[in-house]
């Protein structure tokens, strides 16, 4: 598939830019989790995030019914291309 080849692109050319950046995101995953602040938000992101499968695209819907889920009252595209799109939320 064409994402996986740009995922790859992407990857090397971070590496470069960004070495060991794996460990410096779980690092700092693990620091929001661990913060009494975050935490709450963080476990709630996780509960979302961790039941979809990696790698697969969701489909926009998706994003916006996760947003009315965790309480935003308005949500919609603000851009969108054949593969992207920018959401906006209000909560």
């Known amino acids: 598939m064409y994402w996986e ?3 790859q692109s992407w990857d090397r ?5 960004m070495p060991d950046r794996e460990e410096r995101f779980r690092v700092m995953w693990h ?3 661990a913060d009494p602040v975050l935490a709450d938000e ?3 992101s ?3 995030f961790d039941a979809r499968t990696p790698g697969v695209p969701q489909p926009l819907t998706w994003h916006l019914d996760r947003l009315a889920e965790a309480g ?3 949500s919609g595209t603000a851009w969108r291309s054949i593969t992207d799109a920018v959401v906006v939320a209000i909560r």
């Open 5 to 7: 080849v740009w995922q």
């Open 13 to 17: 050319q971070q590496e470069l830019y």
């Open 31 to 33: 620091d929001i989790a």
């Open 42 to 44: 963080y476990a709630a």
């Open 46 to 48: 996780r509960a979302i």
């Open 72 to 74: 935003f009252t308005e």
